[in-house]
């Protein structure tokens, strides 16, 4: 990996949230009602979906 991509990464925050109808740890794909993903940096949120 290139030293500025490991440098980018080290400082990543990665968020993830699922929504579902049903406890995760019972859920399946057809449960699921909400998805979201960020990813943000020192200086704030990057990207994010959801």
Do not use: H, Q, R
């Amino acid at each position: 990996m290139p030293d500025e991509a490991a440098e980018l990464l080290s400082g990543a925050k990665i968020k993830f949230t699922v929504e579902s109808t049903k406890p995760i740890e019972e859920s399946g794909v057809k449960d699921l009602v909400g998805t979201a993903l960020k990813v943000g940096g020192p200086d704030g949120d990057l990207i994010g979906t959801g």
